[in-house]
């Protein structure tokens, strides 16, 4: 055979030769079960790293962890003071399709909440959470809160196979949570607690083959709750004023209740004007959350969040990574859902303003709580 | 784990969106084969482990540099993986034999089955050894990694019909060393109907 013939032809190595090499590959070549283990564990986390990175850079959001890129997911979630309605679904629309953008693909439905590869998802997660305290910390309670908005997720699909899984991964990561100590535990504690009007409100349309789970994830929650509560934190015990009244909230992490509620640091302010600066909550008809590092959500008549942040209501605005919902949805963050639902107009009117204004802002510094000091 | 082309691409242009499910499916398909590559170059197991990881780690940083044009996934990832191994020999100057390489047999066979295998183990590593290091890879990239001519020439950086001609030469020598027999009717298939 010449040099052109052989260049035209597929050599063939015959069938006794192919399998002396076949065997040869096998016996000699092959890498063995743990070795293919230990590999794809590390290129798999290398992968989600990767991704997180571009998720941040795209939001401007630091995300120090798969769970912490997901995290804007877990923060649509429904407050009391919220329209539950056609508000409802698309605030949870949006949630989905949040996550869709931001973690995935065909693939990644296979790994959704009840699907066959959740529990491998959530291993990924865990072995990926980052060594340094504050930032494992941080990841732990971004990947609770993609629990829980895979819990209103599969509330809003009715999805009880989802539910019951997504349930089941909360209850186990909020356990982990209650095990943090030292100050951090102010921070769990926010979260925590956080979610407990969001499990509440979806209690109210969970199929009845969830609920069990739905009840154990509260009482779990309260258990939690409960634990981190005891831990002893300088500045940890701010509580607001009356309802309709004017409430400050404490320092550190703190709580404002009332007409207008306000709380600094890591705090919820939750009334006809409810402010929350730090990582915070702001409910009400005026709610405002801005995030110190970028967690916030704002819910109510006009609701605006900075950082990664879910702002909800009749104009709705998100900045970074973020979900906009109501009449004039707007987020120019990584993922943004102007929901043009009918029943929110643009520059809706907020419910009207208590006439107490806030009298007291508290600060980091001074570790003590001031009272609301605002009338009914 | 059996994928078609179209599938590859497919998960590939999903990887490079940064679907990292999709890129534990072209892990899934083609860590097999890299880590055997890698193995039959630089013999210790250790050694194979590491690098066929550090490919799918540098798979992952170009993979958004990465364009079809023609050019099938497997063949780019196979150049990837020659380099790390080029690198890793230029580095370390240190060449363990195939003999290194850790046998795992099926686990059915009895003393004189594991005897003979081993002795046919022994003589194809020394019949691969006696071949020039262009046929050793070509064998190597078309046998061990699953290859088709087209992709080992994008791997080898050659001409698809070079690794044709390499490849004839080295079954050849196989045969020789090996005292397999040709069929006639084996030498050679019009290219293209088969990878």
């Not at chain 1, 258990?223 to 831990?231: C, F, G, P």
């Not at chain 1, 929350?276 to 959500?297: F, H, M, P």
């Amino acid at each position: 055979m010449n040099e052109d013939e052989m260049q035209a032809l597929e050599p063939q190595a015959g069938e006794t030769l192919e399998r002396m090499l076949a065997r040869y590959a096998r016996v000699r070549l092959d890498p063995s079960p743990a070795q293919a283990r230990r590999a794809r564990a590390a290129v798999m986390e290398e992968a989600w790293r990767r991704r997180f990175e571009l998720v941040a850079a795209s939001s401007g959001v630091p995300a120090a962890s798969p769970a912490a890129a997901v995290a804007p997911v877990g923060r649509a979630r429904r407050l009391p003071f919220a329209g539950w309605g056609a508000r409802r679904l698309s605030g949870a629309a949006s949630a989905a399709v949040l996550a869709g953008v931001l973690v995935g693909s065909t693939a990644f439905a296979t790994s959704r909440a009840g699907g066959p590869f959740y529990e491998t998802r959530l291993a990924v997660e865990e072995l990926t959470l980052p060594s340094d305290p504050a930032s494992h910390l941080e990841a732990e309670i971004a990947m609770v809160q993609t629990r829980l908005a895979e819990i209103v997720e599969a509330s809003s699909r009715d999805d009880e196979r989802a539910m019951t899984a997504a349930l089941a991964a909360y209850e186990r990561e909020i356990a982990t949570l209650g095990a943090t100590t030292g100050e951090p535990a102010a921070r769990a504690l926010e979260a925590v607690a956080s979610h407990r009007a969001v499990l509440e409100r979806v209690a109210g349309g969970v199929p009845a083959q969830a609920r069990g789970g739905l009840e154990r994830a509260l009482a779990t929650g309260d258990k939690v709750i409960d634990r981190l509560s005891a831990v002893e934190v300088p500045g940890s015990a701010g509580s607001g004023g009356a309802p309709n009244g004017t409430g400050t909230g404490g320092n550190g992490a703190g709580v404002g209740t009332g007409g207008n509620g306000n709380a600094n640091g890591a705090g919820v302010g939750t009334g006809g004007n409810g402010n929350a600066n730090g990582a915070g909550v702001g409910t009400g008809g005026n709610g405002t959350g801005t995030g110190g590092n970028g967690t916030g959500v704002g819910t109510g008549g006009n609701g605006t969040a900075n950082g990664a942040g879910v702002g909800t209501g009749g104009n709705g605005t998100a900045n970074g990574a973020g979900v906009g919902t109501g009449g004039n949805g707007t987020g120019p963050g990584a993922a943004a859902t102007p929901d043009p639902s009918p029943t929110d107009k643009p520059g809706r009117t907020p419910p009207p303003k208590p006439t107490k204004e806030p009298v007291d802002q508290g600060n980091k510094k001074n570790a003590t709580p001031s009272p609301g000091t605002g009338k009914p | 784990m059996t994928i078609d082309d179209e599938a590859i691409e497919r998960l590939v242009v999903a990887a490079k969106g940064g679907d990292p499910e999709a890129f534990g499916s072209l892990f899934d398909h083609f860590h097999g084969p890299v880590y055997r590559y890698v193995a039959a170059r630089v013999g210790r197991p250790s050694d194979a482990e590491d690098l066929a990881q550090l490919v799918f780690v540098k798979a992952l940083e170009a993979l958004p540099r990465y364009e079809s044009r023609g050019v099938p996934f497997g063949g780019w990832l196979f150049r990837l993986a020659r380099n790390v191994v080029i690198d890793h020999v230029r580095t370390r100057r240190e060449h363990a034999t195939l003999d290194l390489i850790v046998e795992r047999s099926g686990g059915d066979e009895g003393p004189d089955e594991l005897a003979v295998l081993r002795q046919e183990m022994d003589s194809v590593a020394c019949a691969l050894r006696r071949l020039t290091p262009e046929q050793r890879e070509a064998i190597e990239l078309r046998f061990f990694a699953g290859l088709s001519a087209r992709e080992a020439a994008e791997a080898m950086g050659r001409q698809e019909g070079t690794i044709r001609g390499l490849q004839f030469r080295a079954i050849a020598a196989l045969r020789r060393e090996l005292g397999v027999q040709a069929d006639p009717d084996e030498l050679g298939r019009v290219s293209g109907t088969t990878r």
